[in-house]
């Protein structure tokens, strides 16, 4: 069984950094494409940065510019560098990886930012 492993979260002040990673555990294979997402108390999950199959990132309007998604060269590891956090971007985040119709959770690491 393939399972994705998050690390990385934690507390932070307004203005910190933090740097999230996502690697498969067990079998190993490429993913297509990989995907960071977030949910905080009492919202909907919501996309925050995707990598596409070409290596193409797209971001959510609030984080542009601040959050950058990457991935390894095998394709089974995907991270998300945050800087200039903000209380908003307080949230449970959860990496996603696709292949070929299948997808895969991560268990969701905690962020908090304190202001």
């Known amino acids: 069984q393939v399972q994705l492993v998050e690390s990385g979260g934690g507390l932070v002040q307004s203005g910190g950094s933090l740097r999230l990673s996502c690697a498969a555990s067990g079998r190993i294979f490429a993913f297509d494409a990989m995907a960071w997402y977030r949910q905080a108390p009492g919202k909907e999950r919501e996309l925050v940065a995707a990598?596409?199959?070409?290596?193409?990132?797209n971001y959510a309007d609030f984080v542009k510019g601040r959050f950058t998604i990457s991935r390894n060269n095998a394709r089974n590891t995907v991270y998300l560098q945050m800087d200039s956090l903000k209380p908003e971007d307080t949230a449970v985040y959860y990496c996603?990886?696709?292949?070929?119709?299948?997808?895969?959770w991560g268990q969701g690491t905690q962020v908090t930012v304190s202001s």
């Open positions: 996603y990886g696709d292949r070929t119709g299948f997808g895969f």
């Open positions: 990598i596409s199959e070409d290596d193409s990132a």
